[in-house]
């Protein structure tokens, strides 16, 4: 599966910003996709998972209630809609696709190319 993430960019805090990730070469809906962010000189971290047909969703503690994960099978195609975007969410942002529902970056099988998101205060 290739992924390619879209939709970074740079935001005031309390924006708010839609990431973007596109999937070829396999089948989409075959694949749990998840979203993970890191920061310069600190580790990947999980932001949110979705499972294959969209029913089930995860996330991390620090974005629960203002991020959303939701996916379009149709158009091969993951989300990530981020509200009231705090400084300290700036980070390269990651999609990534799983044959599993995991949660971490390890139980990841593709990875896409990171997204900047830069929120200023």
């Known amino acids: 599966v290739q992924l390619q993430a879209s939709g970074g960019g740079l935001v005031q805090a309390g924006g708010s910003l839609r990431l973007s990730c596109a999937a070829s070469?396999?089948?989409?809906?075959?694949?749990?996709m998840a979203w993970f962010r890191q920061a310069p000189g600190k580790e990947r971290k999980f932001v949110a998972t979705i499972s294959r047909g969209g029913y089930r969703t995860s996330y991390a503690d620090s974005v629960k209630g203002r991020f959303t994960i939701s996916r379009d099978n149709a158009k091969n195609t993951v989300y990530l809609q981020m509200n009231s975007l705090k400084p300290e969410d700036t980070s390269v942002y990651y999609c990534?696709?799983?044959?599993?529902?995991?949660?971490?970056?390890?139980?990841?099988?593709?990875w896409g190319k990171g997204t900047q998101v830069t929120v200023s205060s």
């Open positions: 990534a696709a799983a044959n599993s529902y995991v949660l971490y970056a390890g139980g990841m099988d593709y």
């Open positions: 070469g396999r089948t989409f809906s075959n694949y749990a």
